[in-house]
């Protein structure tokens, strides 16, 4: 599965089957989390085997079953901090679905478990995402027309690509509160909407635009 495949195949999951992440798998995980870390200057670390997280009442309540494993996005208190985890998270939950497993982001439904990950001085944990083999793979969510995110009138191939694959990102909430714009200079701006977390839907979104766009097309202002 290619990264483009994995954007359009990839929904979320919140009912897992409880295997254990196969050991190459999870060696392979392991090793582009740390290339997304040292790229972004991160912290976020794939916690496996772990069950007490999704274990108790607030992750019944976000209807999660068989979560044993999920990334801690933790990372230095920055001002781009939400956008940051949110750019970095989703490209791990890409590869993820690349080598054939489920995700979802959590927000608020689940427990800290403080001994499961680290947290050093000036950093903090932002949110979490689950992972696993999913009992199902999910099914898409309901999305605003295209026309809601970009004018398109005009616009090159490549910027309505990546409007039509941002389309397709994970928010709060299938809130989808963010725009992009093509600048005179035909470069991007990218801008946040107001609502929960919607500035690491953001990133998340500018992910998945610049996937489909293609970096060598444009430079984010």
Known sequence: MTIEEAIEQRHAVR???????????????????????????????????EPQAFGGTMARYGKFSGVQNYLALVAPKTEDFDEKIGYFGEKIVLYAQTLGL??????????????AFEVGRGEKLGVVIALGYGVTQGKPHKSKP???????NGAPEWFVSGVRSAM??????N????TF?????????????????????????????????????????
Do not use: M
């Open 15 to 49: 009912a897992y089957d409880g295997r254990p992440i196969e050991e190459q798998t999870a060696r392979n995980l392991a090793e582009y989390v740390g290339e997304c870390n040292r790229e972004g200057d991160l912290h976020i670390q794939l916690v496996l085997d």
């Open 168 to 173: 397709l990102a994970p928010t709060a909430l």
């Open 102 to 115: 489920n995700s979802c982001w959590v927000a608020a439904t689940y427990k800290k478990v403080k001994s």
């Open 146 to 152: 295209a026309e809601a995110f970009a004018d398109l």
């Open 175 to 178: 809130q989808q509160k963010f």
């Open 181 to 221: 714009s093509l600048t005179d200079g035909g470069n991007v701006k990218a801008k946040a909407g107001v609502g929960f977390y919607s500035k690491i839907d953001l990133g998340i979104a500018k992910c998945h635009f610049e996937i489909a766009a293609g970096k060598e097309n444009f430079d984010w202002v």
